[in-house]
């Protein structure tokens, strides 16, 4: 059979469909080799996030690389239950964290999630200070992962963001609410079970405290003086 036949040409064709959905598998496979049991872990804990309100099935980033965003419109989140006061909304945000800390931004670094459809980051936070638990990670430099993030893709810079969770700056200070990623000892990410929940005040130069995302109310969007959310965060009773 002569591969300028049309019989020929069709099977020529056949096997580089083949080799592509081959080459892609293999792009795959390798992928979800690369993650560090952190990073897997971080990517489960993560994944109802990224989700939005509808789940949505995405094709994978290694198939095809175009940017991906998830928008929810944070009233959606915020049900009748929710905290009635800045005093309140302190409480609940410790309450689900396991540790809050002040810590510093010295570096980020980006990788795909485990079915590669999003984009995670992991911050390089050092621990300046430790208001509730974990005082073994005072001064130790630990991991913080949250959605959204850049990376290259298969020769192309994709960005993945999530309007819940903006992106920290490096170098920049923030006042975290953090929860231990199960098998990553010094690997954290935001608190709570559901998208409401306040999880990051980043440290203003003028030394106030903002939200970072859309969840933080009674003023904390604008900025909120540190005294006033640290003795919210000393007061709250946590049955713990």
Request: proline content about 6%.
């Amino acid at each position: 059979m002569s591969a300028r036949s049309p019989i020929g040409r069709s099977v020529l064709r056949t096997l580089a469909v083949a080799a592509i959905c081959c080459s892609q598998i293999a792009l795959l496979a390798q992928d979800a080799r690369s993650l560090t049991p952190a990073q897997v872990a971080s990517s489960r804990a993560l994944a109802p996030r990224l989700s939005g309100l509808v789940p949505v099935k995405r094709p994978s980033l290694l198939v095809q690389p175009s940017d991906r965003s998830i928008f929810v419109e944070p009233n959606l989140v915020v049900d009748a239950s929710g905290p009635k006061s800045l005093e309140e909304q302190i409480a609940r945000a410790t309450c689900a964290a396991e540790v809050v800390v002040v810590g510093t931004v010295s570096d980020a670094s980006a990788f795909l999630t485990e079915d590669a459809d999003f984009i995670l980051t992991e911050y390089a936070v050092v621990v300046d200070e430790v208001l509730r638990g974990g005082r073994d990670i005072l001064g130790k430099t630990i991991g913080y992962v949250r959605p959204g993030g850049s990376l290259l893709v298969n020769g192309r810079v994709v960005n993945a963001t999530h309007n819940m969770y903006p992106r920290l700056d490096v170098a920049a200070q923030y006042l975290l609410f953090m929860t231990r990623v199960p098998g990553g000892s010094n690997t954290f990410r935001p608190a709570g079970d559901f998208m409401a929940t306040l999880e990051s005040l980043k440290v203003e130069k003028e030394g106030m405290l903002r939200s970072v995302g859309p969840q933080g109310r009674f003023g904390l969007t604008t900025g909120r003086e540190p005294p006033v959310v640290r003795a919210h965060i000393a007061k709250a009773g946590c049955g713990r």
